[in-house]
């Protein structure tokens, strides 16, 4: 009878074991950087009302070595974008993370790579570590720089100030291959303010872009998610349309 409860007891432990859906890894990095890891995001366009649509194309990133990058010895980062009928890549870039103390920080190359909002500026974000992810603080000030006044397009000159701030958002559900996650949100705050003295005009224009973007991590897997939200730049009314990257296959080595 003790050895029939016994067995009774431990099914009921392996039960409840089972009816576990929320899977969240307590050892390990907040971004893995083993060499040749890799991470597949199906990815998606959104376009000004917020709607998004799958594109024809899938992300790969794969970790390919280490640099030492302003003093920091930085995990490599190869980005492939390939199309999803022929499989040929259309687009392969390189960025640089590190991780300490429970914070992730991305050189700023990857923001001029990322951010093609800004590509209506001749706006650069200078040389140094940009903090996306903290466990352990709630709000941050990532990047700021001034921008001196500046040619604009042969029309007159611009100048402001270029700012990235960040937020943890908490702890989201997210779902990968049948099981449920805990990823932690972090959201981020890319803007432009400045104005712009067009040569014909006395009287500046107020120049306000601003980019979010949200970043999901899940403890021990990466980068599971990221939106870049739809952007609008008010002077020619132009909609710079948004993008989402959603996790789908990973490999820790």
Request: glycine fraction near 6%.
């Amino acid at each position: 009878m003790k050895k029939m409860f016994l067995l009774l007891a431990l099914f009921s432990l392996l039960s409840c074991s089972d009816d576990k859906d929320t899977t969240s890894p307590t050892k390990g990095a907040l971004q893995p950087t083993t060499l040749n890891s890799y991470w597949i995001f199906d990815t998606y366009d959104i376009d000004s009302n917020n709607v998004e649509k799958k594109t024809n194309t899938y992300d790969s990133v794969v970790v390919s070595g280490q640099k030492t990058v302003l003093e920091k010895l930085a995990t490599i980062f190869t980005s492939y974008t390939k199309n999803i009928s022929n499989g040929q890549i259309t687009s392969n870039e390189e960025y640089y993370i590190y991780e300490e103390n429970q914070k992730v920080y991305m050189h700023s190359s990857r923001f001029n790579q990322a951010f093609g909002d800004f590509s209506v500026l001749p706006v650069s974000f200078k040389e140094q570590w940009v903090k996306v992810a903290d466990l352990n603080d709630d709000d941050w000030k990532a990047y700021e720089d001034e921008i001196p006044e500046t040619a604009f397009m042969g029309l007159g000159t611009f100048s402001g100030k270029l700012l990235i701030t960040g937020e943890s958002k908490g702890k989201k559900e997210f779902p990968l291959n049948n099981k449920k996650y805990t990823a932690y949100e972090f959201y981020l705050n890319v803007t432009f303010n400045g104005n712009l003295k067009l040569q014909q005009s006395p009287i500046p224009i107020n120049l306000n872009i601003e980019q979010k973007i949200y970043l999901q991590f899940v403890n021990g897997i990466g980068l599971v998610m990221q939106k870049n939200s739809p952007t609008k730049f008010p002077i020619f009314n132009i909609n710079v349309p948004g993008s989402k990257s959603i996790l789908t296959k990973f490999l820790i080595k």
